[in-house]
């Protein structure tokens, strides 16, 4: 049987983002760990640094560009922007939603989901915590789940969670020991924001890295609460003075008054990396995110159906993150060839984005192929 990869037709030279990125020196697939800077978001940060050596820059505009950026997350992932809450990572958010479950409370997450959203509820060892493959989550939700924790998209293979099927079974349960009834639902959308924009309707918090598919520096994580979260249900406990409803006046002893919407949970920013977000984030709502997503899949489908042409058997999901099983071996000879990829619980990891194009698809296939 031939096992050589040809290509379906000439791979496209022009991917969808275009001169907004900068002509690239490899064959970048590494999305899902770090996403590239489109150079309306780099030219800004040098702007901002060179502003910064030289004392052109205020504290007042910092609190601009947050403005800005969280504004712009919350068109993105369709919330109201006072539901928005600004922070560094995704572990700081989760383990604020993790203290404030009250002890013996049962949280179930999906089997060997990403640790960030995991660990902080299971470094509280008074909580329950239990665990159900991702394909049975909903199944697995009973009358004693206070919690459900999931990634909207599997870091390691790209599976997608069926958010829907998640809150129609939390939503059929009875009282678990909260006035709301029924389990909280927390999303981590780090693998999906920016391609995939998960329902509001779906989840009550939401959680996102924005240096993947949102193409921001680290140190961009936004929080979204519930709508109908409750003044005792979560506790600013690492509020500072940005968190102050007027933050000028916040700065010595106790809050007189923390803010009135999310902003009340916010970490003291990273101001740089908020500022590029600013950028990163109109881009994305410039082009649409359905319309990334397509083109994301697209890429996708392309590799897979080449990966099987090879005798591959890549994981089955409707993602742009491709996982190969046992092929983790190769990423060192793809580097070597100038493709960029990543090995995750033993795959071999691609991940195609609005930067990549057929090309690339091809590229990493033909290596794969020792063509």
Known sequence: MDRGFRPQEAGAMTSLGGAEFAPLTKTYLNTASTGLLPLRTAK????????????????????AALAAARAGFARLAGVPVDRVAAGNSVATHAGLIARALPSGAEVLIADDDFSS??????????????????EKLAEAVGPQT??????????????????????AAADAQPDAGRERGGPRIVVDATQAMGWLTPDPRHYDYLLCGSYKWLMCPHGVSLLVVPGDLGPDELVAYHSGW????EPWNSCYGPIAQLAHSARRFDERPAFLAYLAAEHSFALVEELGTERIGAYD?????RCRAGARELGLTPVEARSPIVALPGQGAAAERLKAAGVE???????????????????????LLAVLAGS
Do not use: C, I
Not at 297 to 301: I, P
Not at 341 to 363: I, K, M, W
């Open 341 to 363: 990829a990543s090995v995750r619980a033993g795959n071999l990891r691609a991940a195609f984005h609005l930067y990549n194009t057929e090309a690339d698809v091809d590229r």
């Open 242 to 245: 940005v968190a102050g409803e």
């Open 297 to 301: 899949l697209a890429l996708a489908d």
């Open 146 to 167: 206070a919690l459900v924790a999931v990634s909207a998209v599997q870091s390691a293979d790209g599976r997608v969670a069926d958010l829907a099927a998640l809150r």
């Open 44 to 63: 800004a940060l040098k702007a901002a640094a060179d502003d910064g050596a030289y004392g052109r820059v205020g504290p007042d505009g910092n609190f």
């Open 117 to 134: 959203l995991v660990n902080p509820f299971a470094v509280r060892t008074d909580l329950k915590l239990r665990s159900a493959p991702l």
